[in-house]
């Protein structure tokens, strides 16, 4: 998955998905001037997606079967779910975890909330960076200049 930025006006609070560092910045910076307070910096980072935590569930489900069976069936059911090897135990969690993400996209329980790290910090430019109208000369002759 391709790295996504986000921005912060206050170095707090970050917004957007952005496919670049540039994208991020160029939204901060007109963010912040329409704000009357506007901000001298801004933030730009990347996003780092939420782990849905829907991995390393197979010991626990594991365990609480056998649990379950030794519940209901004492000594008998003592031997059930022992000795599993490594495998077993990863492909269980692989499949737990499809089912379990599948389940969250399908009942749209997906995080949609991120960390952000790597953040870089900006100066907001001023934008009396162009000249106003009244300082703006038209060329006449190239080369020429009044006064000369």
């Known amino acids: ?50 782990d849905a935590k829907a991995s390393g569930h197979a010991r626990m489900v594991l365990s609480n079967m056998a649990a379950r069976a030794r519940e209901e069936f004492g000594d008998m059911g003592s031997p059930y779910l022992t000795g599993l090897s490594k495998q077993q135990t990863e492909s269980l969690d692989q499949a737990l975890e499809q089912t379990i993400r599948s389940w969250l996209d399908s009942n749209g329980l997906t995080p949609t909330f991120f960390k952000v790290d790597a953040i870089g910090q900006y100066s907001v430019p001023s934008v009396s960076s162009e000249p106003s109208v009244a300082e703006y000369r038209e060329v006449q002759e190239i080369g020429a200049c009044e006064g000369e």
């Open 1 to 50: 998955m391709a790295a996504q930025y986000a921005y912060s006006l206050n170095g707090g609070q970050f917004r957007g998905s952005y496919a670049t560092r540039e994208e991020a910045l160029s939204d901060a910076i007109a963010d912040a001037r329409q704000r009357d307070d506007a901000p001298q910096t801004v933030y730009v980072g990347r996003r780092v997606p939420a």
